[in-house]
């Protein structure tokens, strides 16, 4: 038996469940945390959201400590649980894929969700994503899997850009709370910044030259240009990176200007 291979096509089967309940929720214009627009929340798809979280869970808890869980399928299962937590679509509308109009029409959604839980589940997810991305054998975090480092990202900055936009004002006990990062192992601090807010949520820059740098998730440019090494640092210094590789990294450094741009970075 392979199991790193029916590991694979186990990740990749969920996929299709995912895209089911994402496409059900844009019908009837509802998220799993928030109530649909006529008020009441959908039910069915609420009860149907928490069991595919759960399936995920309970297939991560068993599958932790295998050793045939390679970077690969870490990264791929914290991308299909980030993408429970988070919608593509209303982050790309929010980033500016169809126009200012349909960015504006989006941004309140997205205040609702980075107020939530669910939001601080999506980041640590992507930062998850960013951890196992830096694990990759050299040369080899292209194609899908660089995709997947670009929609973590964007989940980042969107996170990043939203929550800085509610809180213009930070207070001095917000930057003297303890660091919590997300890139690291699960903790009971890491469950207190998702279920609470508490904490002070960093992530880690690939190291270079013994140089270890940091960037808080509420500081989106910093965030980017993290995402953007990890992206680089896979690749063997000098060599021309892949065309969609280097396309995602200019996509990724357009964000974090923009962040820039607005004053949240």
């Known amino acids: 038996l392979d199991v790193q291979y029916s590991i ?8 299709a469940l995912i895209l089911e309940y994402r496409q059900l929720s844009s019908v009837h214009k509802t998220r799993s945390y928030a109530n649909s627009l006529g008020g009441n929340p959908n039910l069915l798809l609420d009860s149907r959201h928490q069991e595919l979280v759960k399936d995920l869970q309970s297939f991560q808890l068993i599958a932790s400590g295998w050793r045939d869980m390679s970077p690969r399928e870490h990264l791929l299962l914290n991308l299909l649980m980030m993408n429970l ?5 209303d982050m790309q509308l929010f980033s500016g894929k169809e126009g200012e109009d349909q960015a504006r029409r989006i941004y309140p959604v997205l205040q609702q969700w980075a107020t ?18 830096r694990y990759f054998p050299q040369d080899h975090l292209k194609d899908f899997y660089a995709v997947a480092v670009h929609h973590a990202a964007l989940t980042l900055w969107t996170y990043g850009v939203v929550v800085r936009a509610l809180r213009r004002q930070r207070t001095a006990s917000q930057h003297q709370s303890e660091a919590i990062y997300l890139d690291g192992s699960d903790s009971i601090a890491i469950q207190r910044f998702i279920g609470f807010d508490q904490g002070r949520p960093l992530i880690n820059a690939p190291a270079v030259r013994g140089m270890v740098r940091e960037a808080s998730i509420h500081d989106p440019r910093a965030c980017m240009e993290i ?28 964000l974090g200007a923009a962040a820039w741009a607005v004053g949240l970075g």
């Open 8 to 15: 694979s096509i186990f990740l990749h089967g969920f996929w």
């Open 85 to 89: 937590h988070v919608s593509l679509d």
């Open 227 to 254: 995402a953007q090494d990890v992206l680089r640092s896979n690749f063997t210094r000098g060599q021309e990176l892949p065309p969609l590789v280097e396309n995602l990294c200019q996509i990724i450094q357009q």
């Open 116 to 133: 939530s839980s669910e939001s601080r589940s999506a980041v640590w997810c992507a930062a998850q994503v960013l951890r196992y991305a």
